[in-house]
């Protein structure tokens, strides 16, 4: 098979040409592109290795090009790894602030002693190649209270400075993020924290942006319990509404596989989250690893928010252009389909929707719920519900091996990988009628290594 153009590869959606993605990072629009970073280990597929960034660009967010491997950890402030972070342009610059991961030779726990955390700060012109690096926050920097997991700096412009949010892991092991400001982009002073009681050991990946006049704060916080129709993850990605204080957590995806999202501007305005389509420590598995890859990005997601403030998520409108022939799918109707395909419905009630009769989609009027009733075609995942009590509509990106559904606008999402037999697989539809429409993939060119 070939590691490009093999069958299991998706067709919607970035995935590493070898080896390991996870992260998106430094998500930017810059010289005429969309530049999509990601944490991307080359040589194994099974995460191990260690984190360098992968670079693909894009003019129009549906024929992109991987230009190979753009940082790789090869100083002493980042040898154990160059781990996530974003970019903001400035001065025909594109400039990238990342964590420079160091372990330490010795005896150390890691969490109180022994990792060193490094901001670090790198520009190019072109996007591809890199300038020397500078390391600008070191754990001297951060306060005492701090563990040394501080990480994933996302940088800003605001009010005339350039603002900066890490996250991190107390002493006391509760997470939280860190703010910093800067005139110049090298010199950052540190401006406070903040957190919520009993919200997890710690805060990865966190996320400061305005939508709708309402400001929001995203984080990935790892230790939060488990429910029934919450945090079913080994760990979760959402955002509190920031307006005054931070409330009303809300996770960006109920499905089985997203973490660690990172949001842009885009030229025109839109702010676009994209996500890592996977999740570290998880009880399932994807089988693209036996073929040497793993993982792969969700794809880009428009954000605007509703008049409560509700996030809401649903596909860029560049994808429309992959639409090709459409069909209808009437209640009680069974249709083959070939991957990729697009299904969108509106919803006057309860409905389900069956893959293969294998992966139902399932809303009673109160929970949706997605559930495998095969555990090859799940490869381990099982079921994800959420509370759900009203649903206007449906709309389902369904990749070679991934379902991205977008329910009630885009206010609830749900992202699974799932692994059937080929491209060809039957969708029925109970309670429901939807519109079909086959899909091309998009184009992907691959220039490095
Ligand atoms: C999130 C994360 C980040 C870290 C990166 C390392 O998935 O743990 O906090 O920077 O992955 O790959």
Redesign the pocket.
């Known amino acids: 098979m070939s590691f490009v153009n093999g069958k299991c590869r998706q067709q919607l959606h970035l995935e590493p040409p070898m080896g390991w993605l996870?992260?998106p990072n430094g998500l930017s629009f810059f010289g005429g592109y969309y530049h999509v970073y990601f944490?991307y280990s080359p040589d194994n597929a099974d995460g191990s290795g260690k984190?360098c960034w992968g670079h693909y660009r894009s003019c129009d967010m549906i024929s992109w090009e991987f230009t190979g491997t753009v940082l790789f950890p090869d100083t002493p402030d980042d040898k154990d790894?160059v781990?996530?972070g974003s970019a903001v342009v400035y001065d025909d610059t594109l400039h990238i602030f990342y964590?420079g991961n160091v372990k330490e030779e010795g005896e150390h726990d890691y969490i109180t002693s022994g990792r060193g955390a490094n901001v670090i700060h790198v520009t190019t012109k072109d996007g591809v190649t890199m300038s020397q690096k500078k390391t600008v926050l070191r754990n001297s920097d951060y306060p005492d209270f701090c563990s040394c997991h501080v990480?994933?700096p996302k940088v800003w412009r605001e009010g005339g400075k350039w603002h900066m949010v890490l996250?991190a892991r107390t002493l006391l092991n509760k997470g939280c993020v860190l703010f910093y400001t800067s005139d110049d982009l090298d010199k950052w002073e540190y401006m406070g924290t903040d957190s919520v009681p009993d919200f997890g050991y710690m805060w990865?990946?966190p996320d400061m942006f305005t939508v709708g006049g309402h400001r929001y704060l995203s984080v990935?916080p790892q230790g939060l319990e488990h429910y029934e129709t919450k945090n079913q993850n080994a760990f979760q990605s959402g955002y509190f509404l920031s307006d005054s204080g931070l409330t009303d957590f809300t996770e960006w995806d109920m499905g089985f596989d997203f973490?660690?999202p990172q949001t842009f501007e885009a030229p025109d305005g839109r702010r676009i989250i994209i996500g890592?389509f996977g999740i570290?420590d998880s009880a399932y598995t994807n089988p693209t690893t036996a073929l040497g890859y793993q993982h792969c990005l969700t794809i880009p997601r428009e954000v605007t928010a509703d008049e409560k403030g509700r996030l809401m998520q649903n596909p860029v409108r560049e994808l429309l252009e992959l639409r090709k022939e459409s069909r209808h799918l009437s209640n009680g109707e069974t249709a083959e389909i070939t991957l990729p395909s697009e299904l969108t419905a509106d919803v006057h009630g309860s409905f389900k929707i069956s893959f293969d009769g294998k992966l139902d989609l399932v809303w009673d009027g109160k929970i949706f719920e997605l559930r495998f009733t095969d555990n090859k075609y799940g490869s381990g995942r099982t079921t994800r519900k959420a509370v759900l009590d009203k649903c206007s509509d449906i709309s389902i990106i369904a990749d070679t091996s991934s379902l991205e559904i977008y329910l009630d606008g885009g206010r609830t999402v749900f992202g699974t990988r799932f692994y059937p037999d080929n491209e060809r697989v039957t969708v029925s539809a109970e309670g429901i009628s939807a519109e079909i429409f086959s899909l091309r993939g998009m184009e992907v060119k691959y220039l490095g290594e």
């Open positions: 996870n992260d944490q984190k790894g781990y996530s964590t990480r994933d996250g990865e990946c990935s973490y660690a890592w570290g």
